[in-house]
């Protein structure tokens, strides 16, 4: 969907290692979003942005961590992966409160 | 602690039939309501809201009905057709000053031709 990509799609990392996902924009929204889904668990928020430089922990920040350096780009950081952290990963967007764009999805496995 | 709840991982329904899908809240600060759709392999996009002012919101086959004091909304699909076959997530806010979604875990629902 035009707007906001996510990349890879795909990884399959080894236990310890570091993991760098990225979201990018265009529609220079204020607010990013990274959620996890994962079966039983639904969608739940790892970190959030409020602007460039400006973010906080959500639900189960334990493990990642983030950085905006531009208000286009919300890296999600796995400093040293395990196997819980193999999930699906959603980038998502707003302006609005309530209104988000999600993106496609970055499918993690860590073996 | 979870805020937004459903209850029932799947249904099923045959297609031209109603699908009645629940969502259960438990935090009062939640004002605002919303459902998202997710198809395979694709992100969660936009269905339908609804704020606690309202009682029903509707938008074309997709209606919303919210109960606050059961703490309860619904989404009906009327009719239902195949290619509403998906997951859908309810999701809910606080309008004080807080842009942050909580969803639900997601009911898969199976339109049978």
């Known amino acids: 969907d035009a707007g906001i990509t996510q990349s890879p799609r795909h990884k399959v990392t080894e236990t310890g290692t570091p993991v760098t996902l990225r979201c990018h924009q265009t529609?220079?929204?204020?607010?990013m979003y990274w959620y996890r889904q994962d079966p039983g668990h639904g969608l739940r928020l790892i970190h959030y942005?409020?602007?460039?430089?400006?973010?906080d922990k959500g639900e189960v920040s334990d493990g990642y961590s983030v950085s905006r350096s531009k208000t286009e780009d919300f890296l999600l950081t796995l400093e040293s992966a395990t196997s819980s952290q193999t999930s699906v990963y959603f980038c998502?967007?707003?302006?609005?409160?309530?209104?988000?764009?999600f993106g496609s999805g970055t499918r993690l496995t860590v073996v | 602690d979870q805020q937004v709840k459903q209850n029932s991982p799947s249904l099923s329904v045959q297609e031209g039939r109603i699908s009645i899908l629940n969502c259960d809240y438990t935090?009062?600060?939640?004002?605002?309501f919303l459902w998202y759709k997710k198809y395979p392999a694709e992100g969660p996009t936009f269905l339908i809201s609804?704020?606690?002012?309202?009682d029903k919101n509707e938008d074309g086959r997709f209606t919303v009905f919210l109960n606050k004091s059961a703490k309860h909304l619904s989404l009906h699909i009327v009719p239902s057709q195949p290619g509403d076959s998906a997951v859908y997530f309810c999701?809910?806010?606080?309008?004080?000053?807080?842009?942050?979604?909580?969803f639900g875990k997601g009911t898969k629902l199976s339109v049978i031709p």
């Open positions: 998502a967007i707003s302006e609005v409160a309530g209104s988000y764009t």
């Open positions: 529609e220079n929204h204020r607010y």
């Open positions: 942005s409020y602007g460039v430089k400006d973010t």
């Open positions: 935090n009062s600060m939640f004002d605002y």
């Open positions: 609804i704020s606690s002012i309202k």
């Open positions: 999701a809910a806010y606080s309008g004080a000053g807080s842009y942050q979604l909580t």
